[in-house]
Protein backbone atom coordinates (compact mmCIF):
# COMPACT_ATOMS: atom_id res chain seq x y z
CA UNK A 1 0.00 0.00 0.00
CA UNK A 2 2.84 2.59 0.74
CA UNK A 3 4.44 1.35 -2.24
CA UNK A 4 1.31 2.18 -4.31
CA UNK A 5 1.32 5.55 -2.97
CA UNK A 6 4.36 6.41 -3.15
CA UNK A 7 4.19 5.66 -6.64
CA UNK A 8 1.06 7.45 -7.15
CA UNK A 9 2.45 10.98 -5.41
CA UNK A 10 5.68 10.71 -7.79
CA UNK A 11 3.22 10.15 -10.84
CA UNK A 12 1.60 13.26 -9.14
CA UNK A 13 4.82 15.62 -8.53
CA UNK A 14 6.62 14.32 -11.20
CA UNK A 15 5.26 16.77 -13.81
CA UNK A 16 5.33 19.61 -11.53
CA UNK A 17 8.97 19.59 -11.24
CA UNK A 18 9.51 19.19 -14.41
CA UNK A 19 7.20 22.27 -15.35
CA UNK A 20 8.96 24.44 -13.14
CA UNK A 21 12.54 22.81 -13.91
CA UNK A 22 14.46 25.64 -16.42
CA UNK A 23 14.13 24.81 -20.04
CA UNK A 24 16.34 25.59 -22.81
CA UNK A 25 14.16 28.29 -24.61
CA UNK A 26 13.79 29.88 -20.62
CA UNK A 27 14.84 33.25 -20.06
CA UNK A 28 18.82 32.86 -18.59
CA UNK A 29 18.32 33.58 -14.95
CA UNK A 30 20.58 35.30 -12.74
CA UNK A 31 22.67 32.54 -11.39
CA UNK A 32 23.31 31.01 -15.25
CA UNK A 33 25.59 34.11 -16.45
CA UNK A 34 27.56 34.07 -12.57
CA UNK A 35 28.34 30.93 -13.94
CA UNK A 36 29.07 31.80 -17.23
CA UNK A 37 31.27 34.96 -16.04
CA UNK A 38 33.15 32.28 -13.30
CA UNK A 39 33.99 29.86 -15.93
CA UNK A 40 34.98 32.76 -18.10
CA UNK A 41 37.31 34.14 -15.08
CA UNK A 42 35.15 37.72 -15.99
CA UNK A 43 36.13 39.22 -12.56
CA UNK A 44 39.95 38.10 -13.16
CA UNK A 45 39.92 38.95 -16.67
CA UNK A 46 38.63 42.26 -16.85
CA UNK A 47 41.65 44.08 -14.89
CA UNK A 48 44.38 42.92 -17.06
CA UNK A 49 42.49 44.41 -20.00
CA UNK A 50 41.77 47.74 -18.37
CA UNK A 51 45.74 46.89 -17.98
CA UNK A 52 46.85 46.96 -21.27
CA UNK A 53 44.48 50.03 -22.31
CA UNK A 54 46.58 51.81 -19.88
CA UNK A 55 50.02 50.74 -21.00
CA UNK A 56 49.02 51.75 -24.47
CA UNK A 57 48.01 55.31 -23.28
CA UNK A 58 51.08 56.68 -23.03
CA UNK A 59 52.12 56.42 -27.12
CA UNK A 60 48.43 57.98 -27.78
CA UNK A 61 48.99 60.63 -25.42
CA UNK A 62 52.62 61.35 -26.45
CA UNK A 63 51.29 61.65 -30.13
CA UNK A 64 47.83 63.55 -28.99
CA UNK A 65 50.46 66.46 -27.25
CA UNK A 66 52.51 66.58 -30.54
CA UNK A 67 49.09 67.13 -32.67
CA UNK A 68 47.13 69.30 -30.51
CA UNK A 69 50.61 71.17 -29.34
CA UNK A 70 52.85 71.52 -31.87
CA UNK A 71 54.63 74.35 -30.77
CA UNK A 72 54.85 73.05 -26.89
CA UNK A 73 58.24 72.73 -25.62
CA UNK A 74 59.91 69.39 -24.45
CA UNK A 75 59.18 70.94 -20.28
CA UNK A 76 55.66 71.69 -21.58
CA UNK A 77 54.77 67.94 -23.35
CA UNK A 78 56.46 66.81 -20.50
CA UNK A 79 53.96 68.08 -17.96
CA UNK A 80 50.98 67.77 -19.91
CA UNK A 81 51.81 63.79 -20.52
CA UNK A 82 52.28 63.70 -16.64
CA UNK A 83 49.47 65.41 -15.60
CA UNK A 84 47.99 62.93 -18.22
CA UNK A 85 49.15 59.91 -17.11
CA UNK A 86 48.54 60.93 -13.26
CA UNK A 87 44.95 61.39 -14.44
CA UNK A 88 44.79 58.40 -16.13
CA UNK A 89 46.47 56.19 -13.37
CA UNK A 90 42.93 57.84 -10.96
CA UNK A 91 40.79 56.92 -13.26
CA UNK A 92 41.85 53.43 -13.88
CA UNK A 93 42.41 52.74 -10.16
CA UNK A 94 38.85 53.42 -9.33
CA UNK A 95 36.82 51.48 -11.61
CA UNK A 96 34.48 49.27 -9.71
CA UNK A 97 35.16 46.15 -11.91
CA UNK A 98 32.35 44.01 -9.35
CA UNK A 99 30.13 46.54 -10.05
CA UNK A 100 30.64 46.51 -13.91
CA UNK A 101 30.76 42.92 -14.30
CA UNK A 102 27.56 42.75 -11.81
CA UNK A 103 25.43 45.11 -13.84
CA UNK A 104 26.28 43.12 -17.59
CA UNK A 105 23.97 40.45 -16.06
CA UNK A 106 20.42 41.49 -16.93
CA UNK A 107 22.28 42.66 -20.72
CA UNK A 108 23.53 38.78 -20.92
CA UNK A 109 19.72 37.72 -19.28
CA UNK A 110 17.92 39.82 -21.99
CA UNK A 111 20.17 38.31 -25.35
CA UNK A 112 20.38 34.30 -23.81
CA UNK A 113 18.18 32.03 -23.02
CA UNK A 114 18.87 29.14 -20.30
CA UNK A 115 19.90 27.09 -22.99
CA UNK A 116 22.56 29.34 -24.77
CA UNK A 117 23.96 29.97 -21.87
CA UNK A 118 24.60 26.35 -21.09
CA UNK A 119 25.83 25.79 -24.01
CA UNK A 120 28.12 28.69 -23.97
CA UNK A 121 29.23 27.64 -20.55
CA UNK A 122 29.92 24.24 -22.11
CA UNK A 123 32.33 26.11 -24.78
CA UNK A 124 34.15 28.03 -22.71
CA UNK A 125 34.93 25.38 -20.43
CA UNK A 126 36.99 23.00 -23.45
CA UNK A 127 40.30 23.69 -22.81
CA UNK A 128 40.75 25.14 -26.28
CA UNK A 129 38.88 28.11 -25.13
CA UNK A 130 40.36 28.44 -21.86
CA UNK A 131 42.94 29.28 -23.48
CA UNK A 132 41.83 31.42 -25.21
CA UNK A 133 41.02 33.15 -22.25
CA UNK A 134 44.22 32.86 -20.94
CA UNK A 135 45.69 34.48 -24.07
CA UNK A 136 43.64 37.26 -24.85
CA UNK A 137 45.09 39.74 -22.55
CA UNK A 138 48.21 39.25 -24.22
CA UNK A 139 46.62 39.19 -27.68
CA UNK A 140 44.30 42.34 -27.04
CA UNK A 141 47.47 44.29 -25.42
CA UNK A 142 49.59 43.22 -28.64
CA UNK A 143 46.60 44.10 -30.88
CA UNK A 144 46.26 47.61 -29.29
CA UNK A 145 50.22 48.75 -29.90
CA UNK A 146 49.85 47.11 -33.46
CA UNK A 147 46.67 49.29 -33.91
CA UNK A 148 47.95 52.69 -32.00
CA UNK A 149 49.85 54.12 -35.43
CA UNK A 150 46.59 53.27 -37.57
CA UNK A 151 44.05 54.83 -34.96
CA UNK A 152 46.21 57.60 -34.15
CA UNK A 153 46.46 58.40 -38.23
CA UNK A 154 42.89 58.19 -38.27
CA UNK A 155 42.33 60.63 -35.32
CA UNK A 156 44.48 63.05 -37.15
CA UNK A 157 42.67 63.38 -40.33
CA UNK A 158 39.76 63.78 -38.47
CA UNK A 159 41.21 66.46 -36.42
CA UNK A 160 41.80 68.36 -39.56
CA UNK A 161 38.72 67.55 -40.48
CA UNK A 162 37.41 69.31 -37.52
CA UNK A 163 39.89 72.33 -37.92
Known amino acids: MKRWLAVILCLVFLPIEAALAQQPGDPA ?8 FDVMHSRERFKPFMDAIKQ ?9 IANQLPNATPDESAKVNEFMNLQSQKLFDSIPYD ?3 EAMVPIYQRHFTHGEIQEIIHFYSSPA ?9 AIM ?13 WTQGRMNELK
Open 29 to 36: TKEDVQML
Open 99 to 101: DLI
Open 56 to 64: ALPAMTNEA
Open 141 to 153: AESMQTGAPIIQK
Open 129 to 137: AQKMLEKMT
